[in-house]
């Protein structure tokens, strides 16, 4: 089976039991968050705006900003390695150069540092979802690295082009917010891809990969894969479902906390000695605890990060739109090094050398 690759020589310190529960909690939160976000929106409609936006201020605290607070330590733990000063001085160092000197691209060229922080989370999620597939939901039907990139494309594509389908007037405002922190006419330059022609490009070209995804994953997967598939198949029309039904900056929200950065909590929890024996015996909360340790220090760095980034852009941040216009870029700015540590995990686990 493809997907004992993943789980077998990925380092990881749990043993099936912890390995389950991971599963169980990250669909389970996945799957309720979808549920309850498209319930609410078909029954009430959509909430006002400023609601909107909790979601993602809470992230700053919830998992969402931790999730990446602890890649200084998640390395060395895969490898079965002590963490040394020169482990942490390789992820300082590449958070300070690759963060930098992307910070310095927003400033010179917002629109493209936009644009490369679409494709970057599209990616980056993607991924993210690629690993959880093959060792949370142990699918048997990604057996190649193409059809491995095939699941990438589709699961980072689902939070990243649906909306732009869906939405794309509030697609264009938050693109405005956050280009507008550095140069407040520059937005218009995207004006074309939120043209009817543009997306309906889009919704045609990124329906058909799903669709070729799901029925290859479907002709491929064996006996005992029709299971795993299956979950693969909810998992996939449900986030159609929900970007294409809940307004975007709450459905980013509420996926990035409870879907991406959840997984990847549980994934860091998996090759981390101590609370892997906690999730094997049940011990969420003593796992959790642990979590929470580990990345506090460099959450409130990156809190840190934040600050500098609303000092140095041109206009103080003074809405509530604007003041997460200036938190998603200190993300995206958070993204770019935390993808490169994440993408030498994948290989430490074999994700994309089936
Ligand atoms: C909020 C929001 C958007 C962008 C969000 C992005 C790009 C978030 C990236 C987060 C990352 C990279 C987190 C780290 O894992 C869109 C799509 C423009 C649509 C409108 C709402
Ligand atoms: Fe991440």
């Given at each position: 089976?493809?997907?004992?690759?993943?789980?077998?020589?990925?380092?990881?310190?749990?043993?099936?039991?912890?390995?389950?529960?991971?599963?169980?909690?990250?669909?389970?939160?996945?799957?309720?968050?979808?549920?309850?976000?498209?319930?609410?929106?078909?029954?009430?409609?959509?909430?006002?705006?400023?609601?909107?936006?909790?979601?993602?201020?809470?992230?700053?605290?919830?998992?969402?900003?931790?999730?990446?607070?602890?890649?200084?330590?998640?390395?060395?733990?895969?490898?079965?390695?002590?963490?040394?000063?020169?482990?942490?001085?390789?992820?300082?160092?590449?958070?300070?150069?690759?963060?930098?000197?992307?910070?310095?691209?927003?400033?010179?060229?917002?629109?493209?540092?936009?644009?490369?922080?679409?494709?970057?989370?599209?990616?980056?999620?993607?991924?993210g979802d690629a690993y959880a597939?093959?060792?949370?939901?142990?699918?048997?039907?990604?057996?190649?690295?193409?059809?491995?990139?095939?699941?990438?494309?589709?699961?980072?594509?689902?939070?990243?082009?649906?909306?732009?389908?869906?939405?794309?007037?509030?697609?264009?405002?938050?693109?405005?917010?956050?280009?507008?922190?550095?140069?407040?006419?520059?937005?218009?330059?995207?004006?074309?891809?939120?043209?009817?022609?543009?997306?309906?490009?889009?919704?045609?070209?990124?329906?058909?990969?799903?669709?070729?995804?799901l029925l290859l994953g479907f002709?491929?997967?064996?006996?005992?894969?029709?299971?795993?598939?299956?979950?693969?198949?909810?998992?996939?029309?449900?986030?159609?479902?929900?970007?294409?039904?809940?307004?975007?900056?709450?459905?980013?929200?509420?996926?990035?906390?409870?879907?991406?950065?959840?997984?990847?909590?549980?994934?860091?929890?998996?090759?981390?000695?101590?609370?892997?024996?906690?999730?094997?015996?049940?011990?969420?909360?003593?796992?959790?605890?642990?979590?929470?340790?580990?990345?506090?220090?460099?959450t409130a760095g990156g809190l840190?990060?934040?600050?500098?980034?609303?000092?140095?852009?041109?206009?103080?941040?003074?809405?509530?739109?604007?003041?997460?216009?200036?938190?998603?870029?200190?993300?995206?700015?958070?993204?770019?090094?935390?993808?490169?540590?994440?993408?030498?995990?994948?290989?430490?686990?074999?994700?994309?050398?089936?």
């Amino acid at each position: 089976m493809s997907g004992d690759t993943v789980p077998h020589s990925g380092g990881l310190r749990a043993g099936a039991a912890g390995r389950r529960r991971a599963a169980r909690l990250s669909l389970g939160f996945g799957l309720l968050s979808v549920v309850v976000a498209i319930s609410i929106t078909a029954l009430a409609g959509s909430p006002p705006l400023a609601y909107q936006y909790v979601p993602l201020a809470l992230s700053v605290v919830v998992l969402g900003l931790p999730h990446g607070a602890v890649d200084h330590l998640v390395l060395p733990r895969a490898r079965g390695d002590p963490v040394t000063l020169r482990s942490l001085a390789f992820v300082g160092l590449l958070y300070l150069l690759v963060g930098t000197a992307y910070a310095v691209v927003w400033f010179l060229a917002p629109v493209a540092a936009f644009v490369l922080f679409i494709l970057v989370t599209l990616v980056h999620w993607g991924q993210g979802d690629a690993y959880a597939l093959l060792a949370l939901v142990r699918v048997d039907h990604l057996g190649t690295r193409a059809s491995r990139l095939l699941a990438l494309v589709v699961r980072g594509g689902l939070p990243m082009l649906v909306p732009l389908i869906a939405f794309p007037a509030q697609y264009a405002f938050v693109a405005e917010t956050l280009v507008g922190l550095f140069d407040p006419d520059a937005a218009a330059a995207l004006e074309p891809v939120f043209s009817p022609p543009a997306r309906a490009a889009v919704a045609i070209g990124f329906g058909a990969l799903v669709a070729l995804a799901l029925l290859l994953g479907f002709v491929r997967s064996g006996p005992d894969g029709r299971g795993p598939w299956l979950v693969d198949l909810t998992e996939t029309l449900g986030l159609v479902a929900y970007f294409a039904i809940v307004p975007p900056i709450l459905a980013i929200g509420l996926y990035f906390c409870f879907w991406h950065s959840l997984r990847h909590i549980l994934r860091t929890m998996l090759v981390d000695p101590v609370a892997a024996t906690a999730l094997d015996r049940g011990a969420i909360g003593a796992a959790s605890r642990r979590f929470a340790r580990d990345a506090a220090p460099l959450t409130a760095g990156g809190l840190l990060v934040l600050v500098g980034i609303g000092l140095a852009v041109p206009r103080t941040p003074a809405t509530v739109p604007d003041v997460i216009a200036l938190y998603l870029v200190t993300i995206a700015v958070l993204t770019l090094p935390h993808v490169v540590v994440v993408t030498v995990l994948d290989r430490e686990q074999r994700v994309w050398s089936p």
